[in-house]
């Protein structure tokens, strides 16, 4: 009886094992991923050969500024990645990046209609952006595989996966979009007053 009792929870704990494990594989597929894609939003291109902000600063936008066409590719892939991966990401990094779903999803709906030759100023003014929300979300990826790639259990579900309002539309508010509105309205020449999006109804 004993030698029975001792076999099947060994056995059980190796199936649990197994199991964990293809979990972890899952989490850190996720993360990966997520690296990944918010990393490529910190390639810049050179615009044109002359200074702008500085005796030494070229002027350069964020690669997915390079066309419309190159916006609405990053677009889907962030989109893509977060459907992807969220269910498996720790709580931290979910939050940050529908944070930065909801600026892209602001910034698509601004500016989704203007001349595709226009796209690589209107990255210059927010080139900073995307380089925050970049590091910020990596930074936070890194953290899991610091501190809870080892830990045996799962984020819960039920967790409130988003910021709270007020600290979404505080941290919005701080983007250059949002404080340089004015910069990218007079770019396109066609855009409202301000921009279209969560924080519109407070403008």
Avoid at 22 to 34: N, Q
Avoid at 110 to 124: D, K, L, T
């Amino acid at each position: 009886m004993l030698t029975f009792i001792g076999s099947w929870l060994l056995r059980r704990r190796e199936l649990s094992l197994r199991l964990w494990e293809k979990l972890v594989d899952r989490r850190i597929e996720a993360h990966e991923r997520v690296i990944e894609v918010v990393k490529s939003l910190r390639t810049v291109f050179l615009i044109e050969p002359f200074t702008i902000e500085g005796p030494n600063e070229l002027a350069r936008a964020p690669a997915a500024f390079f066309s419309r066409e190159a916006f609405e590719a990053c677009f889907s892939e962030c989109t893509n990645a977060a459907a992807l991966s969220s269910t498996w990401l720790s709580t931290d990094v979910k939050r940050e990046l529908n944070l930065l779903q909801d600026y892209l999803t602001s910034l698509h709906a601004s500016i989704g209609h203007c001349p595709s030759e226009v796209y690589p100023q209107i990255g210059n003014i927010l080139r900073q952006d995307f380089i925050d929300f970049s590091a910020s979300i990596e930074k936070l990826a890194f953290r899991f595989f610091e501190n809870d790639l080892y830990s045996l259990k799962l984020h819960k579900l039920e967790e409130w996966h988003k910021y709270p309002i007020d600290e979404t539309e505080r941290r919005l508010r701080k983007t250059a979009f949002y404080e340089r509105w004015g910069e990218v309205a007079s770019i396109c020449g066609t855009l409202p007053a301000t921009p279209k999006g969560k924080l519109e109804r407070n403008s």
